[in-house]
């Protein structure tokens, strides 16, 4: 089975994308999404992993809930693995769920937008993986985050509900995944709007670039998504909705337009996406959103900071395992 990986800033439609690969390939198993691949590379990726830390890492993915494995299944998963490294772990936990679906699958995709961030120690756990990453107008991305609960957090905005933290994750993001590929690195890039207006040329553009064959795998039926999550991807089985590519136009308010164009102009420019609000505002006006979108960056920052510390009271001992594990792993995550 071939496993892929995508990458992807929150909320730039790889659920959509997936889902599309799904329905129409039926030979492409399309996993929820979990942070498993992310979490296995706190692993050496030579190192074999013993039963009781996979049985670890899968306790700290709160995700892991929407495959519905049991502790049965886990056994399995250990037994099956043929080198308990972190590729053999995704590809043997993908031929489980293939195994209760009662179906063959030529490839499976995991989404994990977080891994692109933890390059080269993502390229080093899967050597063999393919990966796509995914991306959308900033404008857009930010407009969604401030519009979407995040399912795990209730009473939180996806994004810290702050366009400035928003917007610069998603320029370091874009312009670090355009640097790896023009230093070489095989990752297909997908337009989210690209893939609206022609989705049938974008899919077989990148089935083309996965080398798979296809020519009878058609049909498939669409993937489902964690209860909790429905809220957020309400539409993902769905048609394009090509209204939404340019909703952000009278959704999002002028100093946030301006703080998102003003972070993101690398990754702007990188990817073809056209500055609007910035060309027509005075240099007052425009300067002036941008001491307000920090202000309020400032103030949105120290509100999820506040939050996190009264909803999880920290322990010396889950203060000391914290510390540990920052230790391991901020060699790991790239540096871009």
């Not at 495959?67 to 936990?93: A, C, F, G, H, M």
């Not at 489902?224 to 999002?252: C, F, M, Y």
């Amino acid at each position: 089975m071939k496993l892929i990986i995508l990458l992807y800033v929150p909320r730039s439609g790889s659920t959509f994308l997936s889902s599309q690969l799904a329905k129409k390939y039926s030979n492409i198993l399309v996993m929820p999404e979990i942070r498993l691949p992310k979490l296995m590379l706190e692993k050496e990726a030579n190192v074999a992993i013993r039963y009781h830390e996979l049985k670890r890492i899968l306790e700290k993915d709160h995700q892991i809930s929407s495959l519905d494995i049991t502790e049965e299944d886990i056994v399995d998963l250990y037994k099956n693995s043929q080198s308990l490294r972190p590729e053999s772990v995704l590809l043997s936990l993908a031929g489980l769920i293939a195994q209760k679906k009662g179906r063959q699958f030529d490839a499976v995709v995991y989404k994990c937008g977080s891994a692109g961030l933890w390059w080269p120690a993502l390229k080093a756990s899967y050597p063999t993986a393919s990966f796509i990453h995914v991306h959308r107008d900033v404008r857009a991305v930010v407009n969604s985050a401030l519009h979407s609960q995040r399912p795990y957090h209730p009473g939180e905005k996806m994004g810290r509900g702050d366009p400035w933290f928003r917007a610069k994750g998603w320029n370091r993001y874009v312009t670090g995944m355009q640097k790896l590929t023009q230093a070489g690195e095989q990752i297909i890039q997908v337009s989210y709007e690209a893939l609206c207006h022609n989705p049938t040329a974008v899919l077989d553009n990148v089935i083309n670039q996965l080398k798979l064959d296809v020519g009878v795998a058609v049909g498939g039926e669409g993937i489902s998504v964690a209860t909790s999550e429905q809220d957020i991807h309400r539409n993902v089985n769905k048609p394009p909705l090509k209204g939404r590519l340019d909703a952000w136009q009278g959704e999002l308010k002028l100093w946030q337009v301006v703080v998102s164009e003003h972070l993101a102009t690398e990754g702007m420019n990188t990817l073809g996406y056209e500055k609007r609000i910035s060309k027509t505002t005075s240099a007052i006006s425009y300067s002036a959103c941008l001491f307000y979108g920090f202000i309020f960056h400032v103030y949105a920052t120290l509100k999820f900071k506040l939050s996190r510390t009264l909803k999880h009271s920290v322990s010396p001992i889950k203060l000391y395992s914290r510390i540990v594990h920052r230790l391991r792993t901020r060699n790991l995550r790239s540096r871009w």
